[in-house]
């Protein structure tokens, strides 16, 4: 993608809140036309679209009317915790089905008008695909499956002109974050006292490496994972 971004397209998933809401705005705020789609979209955004993404058919409906799409961002994901004996298949099967079929279900819809423009999708990982988190095995599994699924489609579809890059990031400061906190799964100390740079990541910094991985900088970039974790995952000794 070069430096100039009139008229090209954007589809943003879970575009109404967190790092897809962030990452939405960067874009428009740099010229992007976005599409965002959301399962619950708010009445005073008029470009995000009702879209749940873990139904086909109406992702397929809203892909339907894109003819050029020069940049895919799948943000949409959701959380729901469960010891794994005591899980419950709904339970298990809601996070896969938005998490990891909802990632699936947008790449494949969109790739023609992505192959139209040799375009790029950044899916949006987690760290829980790299390392193991109690209480998290549908997410966990889900997240996994966004990095495998990444280098897969990087593999198929470097022939039709699409880089396919995934983000893994660490804690991020968002409405699902907060939403743990106060439920008590998780503690702010706990979060960063084991991360290196000692804080929270914003989504505005998630959105911004989003971006970057995006353009022509990272042109000969894809089927990989980058992890954003403010050295999380590499502080696994004492």
């Known amino acids: 993608m070069n430096a100039n971004n009139g008229n090209r397209t954007a589809v943003v998933t879970g575009a109404n809140a967190g790092i897809g809401s962030a990452c939405s705005q960067l874009l428009r705020d740099d010229g992007w036309q976005v599409v965002g789609w959301d399962i619950a979209p708010e009445a005073d955004e008029d470009f995000i679209r009702p879209v749940d993404v873990s139904d086909y058919e109406t992702v397929e409906r809203a892909?339907?009317?894109?003819?050029?799409?020069?940049?895919?961002?799948?943000c949409a994901g959701i959380s729901d915790r469960a010891p794994a004996a005591d899980m419950q298949p709904n339970q298990?099967?809601?996070?896969?089905?938005?998490?990891?079929?909802?990632t699936f279900n947008c790449c494949q819809a969109l790739h023609r008008a992505l192959s139209a423009r040799g375009g790029v999708i950044v899916n949006i990982a987690s760290i829980a695909g790299h390392r193991s988190f109690?209480?998290?095995?549908?997410?966990c599994?889900?997240?996994?499956?966004?990095?495998?699924?990444?280098?897969?489609?990087?593999?198929?579809w470097a022939s039709d002109g699409i880089r396919v890059v995934a983000v893994s990031p660490g804690f991020v400061r968002t409405g699902m974050m907060d939403v743990g906190i106060e439920l008590g799964y998780l503690t702010e100390k706990d979060m960063t006292g084991r991360t290196p740079q000692g804080r929270l990541a914003s989504p505005d910094e998630l959105a911004r490496a989003i971006v970057a991985l995006a353009s022509d900088a990272f042109s000969f970039m894809t089927g990989t994972t980058v992890i954003v974790d403010g050295g999380w995952c590499a502080n696994g000794g004492f």
């Open 63 to 74: 892909a339907a009317g894109l003819e050029d799409v020069e940049l895919l961002v799948n």
């Open 92 to 102: 298990w099967q809601r996070v896969i089905d938005v998490d990891l079929t909802g």
């Open 134 to 139: 109690p209480c998290r095995a549908n997410y």
């Open 141 to 156: 599994a889900a997240k996994a499956g966004v990095v495998a699924l990444t280098e897969v489609l990087g593999l198929e």
